[in-house]
């Protein structure tokens, strides 16, 4: 099945890793957004099955409103950082994974919210 894919993410080089990783794991970006405010418009405008969530984004800002929003909207999401601590704390029961991330973590993360 593919998997319509929301990528909130800030740092091109790391967009462009989950872009791969997702389109090998045939799945399909279906928008991006770079900071808080982007993620928000696009939560409510876009339909897609997952989001990739980074917590710290372009506008200094943590993404904990983009992460209720998503949980408002129903809407599966794994979160990425590079401080898994933080992370957990922050997302609790949401999968998390630590930058920089590997194909096999993703894919399994992806396995475990989407059923």
């Known amino acids: 099945m593919t998997l319509r894919v929301f990528l909130v993410e800030d740092d091109p080089l790391v967009a462009m890793m989950l872009e791969g990783y ?3 794991l045939g799945n399909e970006i279906v928008a991006t957004a770079a900071t808080v405010a982007e993620a928000l418009d696009l939560v409510a405008k876009r339909d897609f099955d ?8 372009a506008d200094g800002k943590t ?16 979160a990425t950082s590079g401080d898994a601590t933080i992370m957990a704390a922050e997302f609790d029961g949401r999968p998390v994974l630590r930058k920089p991330l590997r194909i ?9 919210i989407i059923v």
Not at 50 to 57: E, R, S
Not at 63 to 78: M, N, P, R
């Open 104 to 112: 096999a973590e993703l894919e399994r993360a992806i396995d475990a």
């Open 50 to 57: 997952l989001a990739i969530l980074d917590v710290h984004l």
């Open 22 to 24: 997702l389109d090998v």
């Open 63 to 78: 993404s904990e409103a983009v992460a209720a929003a998503l949980s408002d909207a129903g809407k599966a999401f794994i």
